[in-house]
């Protein structure tokens, strides 16, 4: 039984990724099930954050994001039993690779799947369910009549976020990088959210979203990272496609909500004053949150099923970004595409 892991040899290097033949998988312990994975969604490994918590190893399990069906639970598990067919996230500490026909998984951190929500769709869908419940329901609590801005809305994330900003009854602005993602946005449903194309570099986004608000503002914006020094000091076509920080912050509107993807985030005291006379906050999206604080736990698997993710799937609410299901044996190809930032779609194995 193979399984695939990240290899980084010396820090700054690029990672690698190798298959490891595994050895017959154990019987599940008190707390623990065993999974026959049908589905693994790829995602970016961030290997600096495994440094910081120290979680940093020679080889990184990869495919944290998984579904399939049960075949054994340990002596004290109460929620699962076989049969049963799973969706969830692997932990940062997992030393198991999802990218694997089998593996032990703790009980805690998987839900039910839906019988109507395929393999690939309930994998692809729930990390990037669970990061714009937690922006837009945890970090800014949107609410009918309110307006969001989404930069990079055919992203997957972005995708998700803007069915969700949808359904909660705000009104959407949405940032295309592309002609093929305004297009893609457009098709989107339900219709509604109104599409900026900043392919081309010439549309001021703080501006259109002036104009389109009245001039009051947005009320929550959730970024795709954001440029912090002028476009002579950050060279690069998609740092270019960016908003500055000073855009942002001069299109939030009073009480406005910044929800950040940008980890190195820096404000000057002009920045801070800005947001201060507005009473506007700045909050940092780090959907590993849950996984790091366990006493968090119940209100995770929450929104992985009750609340959100999963039932809104099983309701077609989302609609996720997903490429084409990929094969086991060109897993490695597809997690080096994504390792590199270059897959614009979720890439999901399927076995």
Known sequence: MKALYGQQN???EEMTFVFQERENIPGPRDHEVKVQVRACALSWVDTKLLSEIKLKKELVPVGREISGVVLEVGSKVTFFQPDDEVVGILPLDSEESGVCEVILIHEHYLVHKPHKVCWAEAAGT???????????HYLSQVCPGSSVLILDGASPLGTIAIQLAQHRGAKVICTAHSLEDKQYLERLRPAGARVI??????VDVAESCLEETGGLGVGTVLDAGVRLYSAEDEPGSKCQLLPHKHDIITLLGVGGHWITTEKDLQLDPPDSHSLFLKGATVSFLNDEIWNLSNVQQGKYLDILWCSYVMEKLSKSIFRPQLDEPIPLYEAKVSMEIVQKN?????????F
């Open 342 to 350: 270059q897959a614009r779609k979720r890439q999901v194995i399927q």
């Open 197 to 202: 194309d900043v392919s081309q570099g010439k």
């Open 126 to 136: 729930v990390r990037d369910g669970l990061r714009a419940y937690t922006a837009l």
């Open 10 to 12: 010396s820090p700054g």
